[in-house]
């Protein structure tokens, strides 16, 4: 079964700081998709980044980044030069193309001023 | 923007009454989901449907059913409301092909079933 962990329930970062946000996912699948989604306080949740598994190239979007180990089935969220406005929920989750999109328990982030 | 829009912000019900959910995209998305959000548990799909009247069940379907009579418009039903579906519920949609996957959410209803 496919299922994806994140190990850290809460994580704290210095405004400016860098931070990484963990994920480990198992899967049989030889090509899928793997997303961070973003819930900050009240509103709703959106899409942060997202890694295609044929791609060896990690995914960046400007201060989010993402370290893709294929192998080992780590997917990592880094976030340099944290805001304030990056304080929220992160998932991440996967989907091997049936719909059936899994996610992670999520990982509370705060970031400290 | 794509926008997904769900009626009720917060709800409270109590114990046996009937309750729906309502989500509306406005994307011609043909996909629609929706995710039950509990701490410690992350989100898990109740149903999701990929067209008009057709629907497929998710990993926790037992106690809702959905309908999708128009393309733009998802609803999710709790038959008879128990205590154990107090939960956040979030609706969300796609497109059918997508090969970015990207999911769009709705900014969630929090329901309460005294």
């Known amino acids: 079964a496919q299922t994806v962990t994140q190990s850290q329930p809460e994580m704290s970062v210095q405004e400016a700081e860098t931070v990484t946000l963990s994920c480990t996912y198992d899967?049989?699948?030889?090509?899928?998709?793997l997303f961070w989604y973003k819930q900050p306080p009240s509103r709703q949740m959106i899409l942060v980044i997202r890694?295609?598994?044929?791609?060896?190239q990690n995914a960046t979007e400007n201060r989010f980044s993402v370290n893709f180990q294929k192998a080992a089935k780590s997917f990592s969220l880094k976030i340099s030069d944290s805001q304030l406005g990056d304080a929220a929920m992160y998932f991440c989750?996967?989907?091997?193309?049936?719909?059936?999109?899994?996610f992670g328990t999520g990982t509370r982030l705060k970031v400290l001023a | 923007d794509v926008k997904v829009t769900q009626s009720s912000r917060y709800l409270v019900k109590r114990t046996g009454e009937k309750v729906f959910l309502e989500c509306v995209q406005d994307?011609?998305?043909?996909?629609m989901f929706w995710y039950r959000q509990d701490p410690g548990l992350g989100l898990r799909l109740i149903y999701f449907?990929?067209?008009?009247?057709?629907?497929e069940k998710g990993d926790i379907p037992e106690g809702y059913s959905v309908s999708r009579e128009k393309k733009e418009r998802f609803s999710l039903i709790l038959e008879s409301a128990s205590t154990n579906q107090t939960s956040m519920y979030l609706c969300?949609?796609?497109?059918?092909?997508?090969?970015?996957?990207?999911?769009?959410f709705g900014e969630g209803s929090r329901l309460t079933v005294l």
């Open positions: 969300a949609s796609s497109y059918m092909s997508s090969n970015t996957g990207e999911l769009f």
């Open positions: 899967t049989s699948e030889s090509d899928y998709y």
């Open positions: 890694q295609e598994a044929y791609k060896q």
């Open positions: 989750a996967h989907d091997s193309g049936t719909y059936k999109y899994i």
């Open positions: 994307m011609d998305h043909e996909n």
């Open positions: 449907s990929y067209d008009v009247k057709m629907k």
